[in-house]
T-cell receptor, first 117, second 113 residues
Framework: GAGVSQSPSNKVTEKGKDVELRCDPISGHTALYWYRQSLGQGLEFLIYFQGNSAPDKSGLPSDRFSAERTGGSVSTLTIQRTQQEDSAVYLC???????????????FGEGSRLTVL | GQQLNQSPQSMFIQEGEDVSMNCTSSSIFNTWLWYKQDPGEGPVLLIALYKAGELTSNGRLTAQFGITRKDSFLNISASIPSDVGIYFCAGLAIGGGADGLTFGKGTHLIIQP
């Protein structure tokens, strides 16, 4: 498709299990972002990638969270030993970024809704 | 880090009414953006503002980049049912954390029949 694709769209897991969330950005977009949105709340920045490198990991809530991006394209967000407070919608976005031509326009996927029982 | 104060947090209005929401910050931004999130979807960009004092319209939407570069407002005229959703402001400051982009906490717009 032409947009940002995320999978799974819904994931229910038991506390303590690991989960992987996948993001396939728009082709040619160099920057990729992960945000977390708790029920009815705002957007919490987690991490962003420029190419395959992550210049800013400051938003990751704990060392249980990690992310990688390979080939400048697909990214996975991994949450180890999930806790109930990890329940949220995880949004991925991508953008075109060429130095000063970065406009701040992000293209978001529909999100992965994670429920930890 | 930089923070945006977005208000109101929620609005309950009647169809046909005009809507106004705003964002303020103690920091200067180079760009202000307004996004809308429909239920079950990701946010979508509505309007981007690149110059202090700039006033931009997109159909029934009008947004302004404050002259001090520390605030922005979004107006929606003659609201319709499909305007329901969460509206986020965002400020872009080159070189800042989160790749320079800071989001407000959102304004929930609810239209009562």
């Amino acid at each position: 498709g032409a947009g940002v694709s995320q999978s799974p769209s819904n994931k229910v897991t038991e506390k303590g299990k690991d989960v992987e969330l996948r993001c396939d950005p728009i082709s040619g977009h160099t920057a990729l972002y992960w945000y977390r949105q708790s029920l009815g709340q705002g957007l919490e920045f987690l991490i962003y990638f420029q190419g395959n490198s992550a210049p800013d990991k400051s938003g990751l809530p704990s060392d249980r969270f990690s992310a990688e991006r390979t080939g400048g394209s697909v990214s996975t967000l991994t949450i180890q030993r999930t806790q109930q407070e990890d329940s949220a919608v995880y949004l991925c976005a991508s953008s075109v970024k060429f130095n000063v031509l970065y406009t701040g326009e992000l293209f978001f996927g529909e999100g992965s809704r994670l429920t930890v029982l | 880090g930089q923070q945006l104060n977005q208000s109101p947090q929620s609005m309950f209005i009647q169809e046909g009414e005009d809507v106004s929401m705003n964002c303020t910050s103690s920091s200067i931004f180079n760009t202000w953006l307004w996004y809308k999130q429909d239920p079950g979807e990701g946010p979508v960009l509505l309007i981007a503002l690149y110059k202090a004092g700039e006033l931009t319209s997109n159909g029934r939407l009008t947004a302004q980049f404050g002259i001090t570069r520390k605030d922005s407002f979004l107006n929606i005229s003659a609201s319709i049912p499909s305007d329901v959703g969460i509206y986020f402001c965002a400020g872009l400051a080159i070189g800042g954390g989160a790749d320079g982009l800071t989001f407000g906490k959102g304004t929930h717009l609810i239209i009562q029949p």
